[in-house]
């Protein structure tokens, strides 16, 4: 199975409501990443976090990262309809196919 | 500054066909990364390059895969023949330092091989 899974595998929520989406990994790595990818369009990087960090911010996102437990957390703050896609993780062990994709959780913010 | 460049947005062709998609990285970005996204398989490294050099490609599914990246600004991943199977969504991205930095990628190009 995949390095990195996420969970849920799809979420509805209201706007103004919080999202979280969590990724769970098997074995160490050296970051992990949050993409988030519209529909029809490219990967868009959110968040790197490393293996030595447990929470990063930026604007309304926040990442947190648990080694202990191999895994990690997107919250999505306030959620507006312009959030709706699909929330990827990706982990990096080491190089080349050390590095792999979850299956993402496809968010739906509700107008 | 311009993203990562990719052509076609889409393709559709019959199987046994050869099929060439390009990618222009963000200048300065030393890194080059070719993926394949299905809904069955999700998003597949297949092969990178580290200043025009071909790094990994053991994710390239068959040797009917290739890829090449002759200068800092162009790469192609070239599939001979192409089959049903190989529809998919590709997409090329760069980073300036490898997994260790925020990859850009491209918008990808749709594949449909009939």
């Known amino acids: 199975s995949q390095q990195g899974e996420e969970d849920p595998q799809a979420l509805s929520i209201q706007e103004g409501e919080n999202a979280t989406m969590n990724c769970s990994y098997k074995?160490?790595?050296?970051?992990l990443q949050w993409y988030r990818q519209n529909s029809g369009r490219g990967l868009v990087h959110l968040i790197l976090i490393r293996s030595n960090e447990r929470e990063k911010h930026s604007g309304r996102l926040r990442v947190t990262l648990d080694t202990s437990k191999k895994s990690s957390s997107l919250l999505i703050t306030a959620s507006r309809a312009a959030d709706t896609a699909s929330y990827f993780c990706a982990t990096d062990r080491n190089y080349g196919q050390n590095f792999v994709f979850g299956p993402g959780t496809r968010l739906s913010v509700l107008p | 500054d311009a993203g990562v460049i990719q052509s076609p947005r889409h393709e559709v062709t019959e199987m046994g066909q050869e099929v060439t998609l390009r990618c222009k990285p963000i200048?300065?970005?030393?890194?080059l990364f070719w993926y394949r996204q299905t809904m069955m398989r999700g998003l597949e490294l297949l092969i990178y390059?580290?200043?025009?050099?071909?790094?990994?490609d053991s994710g390239m599914p068959e040797d009917r895969f290739s890829a090449k990246m002759p200068n800092a600004s162009f790469s192609t991943l070239k599939i001979q023949p192409s089959e049903p199977r190989d529809s998919a969504v590709y997409f090329c991205?760069?980073?300036?330092?490898?997994?260790?930095?925020?990859?850009?990628f491209g918008d990808g190009t749709r594949l449909s091989i009939l």
């Open positions: 991205a760069s980073s300036v330092q490898g997994f260790d930095q925020p990859q850009h």
């Open positions: 200048s300065g970005h030393d890194y």
């Open positions: 390059f580290n200043n025009n050099v071909p790094i990994d």
């Open positions: 074995t160490s790595i050296n970051n």
